[in-house]
T-cell receptor, first 111, second 109 residues
Framework: DGGITQSPKYLFRKEGQNVTLSCEQNLNHDAMYWYRQDPGQGLRLIYYSQIVNDFQKGDIAEGYSVSREKKESFPLTVTSAQKNPTAFYLC??????????FGDGTRLSIL | GQNIDQPTEMTATEGAIVQINCTYQTSGFNGLFWYQQHAGEAPTFLSYNVLDGLEEKGRFSSFLSRSKGYSYLLLKELQMKDSASYLCAVRDRGYQLIWGAGTKLIIKP
């Protein structure tokens, strides 16, 4: 079945550590997105990519990095520079004018 | 600036009808989306409006007035499984989605 797979479902980070969240899609979608969701707030855009080997910063890119070496993969690294990383992270993809569809999310917590 | 407003929380009774409003101010408009999000899960797409008027899809309908910057999601014959947050999002000039904070809908028996 086609879809978006995020892993892991839960992730814990120690102080000073970088962690990478995986996002893979087999929908052949060109556009991919990373969002952060905090309790009681809307989704905030971290990074997005419209095409392979290209990506743009969203509203809250500081402390995060991404790569888009393959069409189906858009990993997000939460660096030690992100001082408040505890949140629910959502990856989405889109084809053309269609709605964005989401993976199941990764919940990141600080140890 | 860009802004989307929705009520924070609403309560309704099983079997009844509820209307969730959304007002927006964005830089350009390329469509409005409604998503449903159950607690701890990812959002799932419900409806899309780009022209004024009502779009009906089973028990759910969505209305748009571009001149008023206003939309609503109408849920009929409410079921307990409809307890969730409902997110309004507008696609702006740059084709990015601007998200409201969501409306938590509580259904009581």
């Amino acid at each position: 079945d086609g879809g978006i797979t995020q892993s892991p479902k839960y992730l814990f980070r120690k102080e000073g550590q970088n962690v990478t969240l995986s996002c893979e899609q087999n929908l052949n979608h060109d556009a991919m997105y990373w969002y952060r969701q905090d309790p009681g707030q809307g989704l905030r855009l971290i990074y997005y990519s419209q095409i392979v080997n290209d990506f743009q910063k969203g509203d809250i890119a500081e402390g995060y990095s991404v790569s888009r070496e393959k069409k189906e993969s858009f990993p997000l690294t939460v660096t030690s520079a992100q001082k408040n990383p505890t949140a629910f992270y959502l990856c989405a993809s889109r084809a053309g004018n269609q709605p964005q569809h989401f993976g199941d999310g990764t919940r990141l917590s600080i140890l | 600036g860009q802004n989307i407003d929705q009520p924070t929380e609403m309560t309704a009774t099983e079997g009844a009808i509820v209307q969730i409003n959304c007002t927006y101010q964005t830089s350009g408009f390329n469509g409005l989306f409604w998503y449903q999000q159950h607690a701890g899960e990812a959002p799932t797409f419900l409806s899309y409006n780009v022209l004024d008027g009502l779009e009906e899809k089973g028990r759910f309908s969505s209305f748009l007035s571009r001149s008023k910057g206003y939309s609503y999601l109408l849920l009929k014959e409410l079921q307990m499984k409809d307890s969730a947050s409902y997110l309004c999002a507008v696609r702006d000039r740059g084709y990015q989605l601007i998200w409201g904070a969501g409306t938590k809908l509580i259904i009581k028996p």
